[in-house]
């Protein structure tokens, strides 16, 4: 079984920086594609970026890959999302899923929401401007 707990979200001025955490909880150690979705009002929940657990590869959207950064603390079992120079679009629920699979599918074409069957509950980000 895997649990997942989102945190850090928060207000942040557009031009400035936060960073999300995600606790990961394991009953068993599973091959793990973890990635952040995000999901604006009114708007599909979107893969924006994924690390592959067993390598720490990284995985990003192009529309974000300049600006955000996803990436792995093992020791802490904490999957971390920086986001850089926060644009208003950034507003939005983020949510991190995982779904046991090989690297392969770990990249930006397999981000489907169907496809996670673990999820947190989320966390808000608003950007003010």
């Known amino acids: 079984q895997v649990k997942l707990v989102e945190s850090g979200g928060t207000s942040v001025q557009a031009g400035g920086s936060l960073r999300l955490s995600c606790t990961v909880s394991m009953s068993t150690h599973t091959s793990l594609c973890m990635t952040w979705f995000r999901q604006a009002a009114g708007q599909e929940r979107d893969g924006i970026a994924a690390v592959y657990r067993d390598t720490g590869a990284t995985y990003y959207d192009t529309s974000v890959h300049d600006r955000l950064k996803a990436y792995l603390d093992d020791a802490k079992n904490t999957l971390y999302l920086q986001i850089n120079y926060a644009k208003p679009e950034d507003a939005a629920m983020y949510y991190c899923?995982?779904?046991?699979?090989?690297?392969?599918?770990?990249?930006?074409?397999?981000?489907?929401?169907?496809?996670?069957?673990?999820w947190g509950r989320g966390t808000q980000v608003t950007v003010s401007s």
């Open positions: 899923a995982a779904k046991e699979s090989p690297p392969s599918v770990c990249a930006t074409s397999w981000w489907k929401a169907p496809g996670f069957p673990h």
